[in-house]
């Protein structure tokens, strides 16, 4: 089956350094993306990784271990607007296919 | 602003009533997603079009679902005799086949169906 799990909820300090987890299992694999989405508003795209590794984006950074069928985006310098939640998603199939089948997302309230 | 819009914003429409949601994709975008997300949930596939062709749906979709891409540009979701469940955020992406073919979503359509 499909299953895409990571944490409900964290909390953490404005200016800290926050990693949130993401593991995965599904029929295939064809890269896997994380969003962004504010309450109330659309997802917003923050990073994509499909080899093993680590890619970095400014304060934001996502890892990836195909193997272990998990991943992590990870957070620097967090800012009281990082406040969101945070959705894993993985793209099963390339080529006809290509739907994301996402996690429930992870909550992050960042407090002062 | 990712520059994929919908339309509503919102709609409110009472329980049997058929409602009609607007997606335009990014110009260049030759693939547009359709997604329904409720309340503490991650967004779920409803269905894709490459180009006019509708090339897959999901189980979610029922039979009172239907979706279009006539000119391969913008799309329409139409849910008819809506129930109290069909309540959610419409969501509609869009993507290039090519590359990472990363999604971009628009702002949604909240539906509340009384």
């Known amino acids: 089956g499909q299953n895409i799990d990571q944490p409900t909820e964290m909390t953490a300090t404005e200016g800290a350094i926050v990693q949130i987890n993401c593991t995965y299992q599904?029929?295939?694999?064809?890269?896997l993306f994380w969003y962004q989405q504010h309450a109330g508003e659309a997802p917003t795209f923050l990073s994509y990784?499909?080899?093993?590794g680590l890619e970095e984006k400014g304060r934001f950074s996502s890892f990836l271990s195909r193997s272990k069928g998990y991943s992590y985006l990870l957070l620097k310098e967090l800012q009281m607007k990082d406040s969101a939640s945070y959705l894993c998603a993985v793209m099963d199939y390339g080529g006809s296919q290509g739907n994301l089948i996402f996690g429930k997302g992870t909550k992050l309230s960042v407090k002062p | 602003d990712t520059g994929v819009s919908q339309d509503p914003r919102h709609k409110i429409t009472k329980r049997g009533q058929n409602v009609t949601f607007r997606c335009d994709p990014i110009s260049e975008h030759n693939r547009l997603y359709w997604y329904r997300q409720t309340l503490g949930q991650g967004p779920e596939f409803l269905t894709y079009?490459?180009?006019?062709?509708?090339?897959?749906k999901s189980r979610l979709l029922s039979d009172r679902f239907s979706a279009e891409r006539p000119k391969g540009s913008f799309s329409t979701l139409e849910i008819q005799r809506t129930e109290q469940g069909d309540s959610a955020m419409y969501l509609c992406?869009?993507?290039?086949?090519?590359?990472?073919?990363?999604?971009?979503f628009g702002p949604g359509t909240r539906l509340l169906v009384l």
């Open positions: 990784n499909v080899l093993d």
């Open positions: 992406a869009s993507s290039l086949s090519t590359g990472k073919e990363t999604q971009y």
């Open positions: 079009f490459q180009n006019e062709a509708q090339l897959e």
């Open positions: 599904t029929s295939g694999f064809n890269g």
